[in-house]
């Protein structure tokens, strides 16, 4: 039976998977999809990077569980709002493009 390597990530390749899962909107079950890995393998590198689950000044000490859901819908909303304002732009190029 052969054996099985396991793949093996650059600490850089970690520390933006750890930034987009911290900033980005999405859930981790999304971001580690995208990026191929396992959403556990995404949490410990947090926990790793960050100094543990108590990590001084993170987000996560800072913000209840009540106020980071309103964050992550917030963040979520807002995003929704660019792209319809991306849409209105371009819709109104056009419309002023073919009008004259």
């Known amino acids: 039976m052969p054996k099985v390597r396991r793949k093996r990530y650059t600490t850089e390749f970690k520390q933006e998977a750890v930034r987009l899962l911290n900033s980005d909107p999405r859930s981790g079950r999304e971001i580690a999809r995208e990026m191929g890995l396992q959403q556990s393998m995404l949490y410990r590198w947090q926990r790793q990077l960050q100094g543990g689950p108590k990590a001084v000044g993170s987000v996560g000490e800072a913000l209840s569980p009540g106020e980071r859901e309103e964050l992550r819908r917030l963040r979520k909303e807002n995003e929704q709002l660019r792209m319809e304002r991306?849409?209105?732009?371009?819709a109104t190029a056009f419309f002023a493009k073919e009008s004259k």
Request: hydrophobic share 40%.
């Open 86 to 90: 991306e849409i209105l732009k371009k």
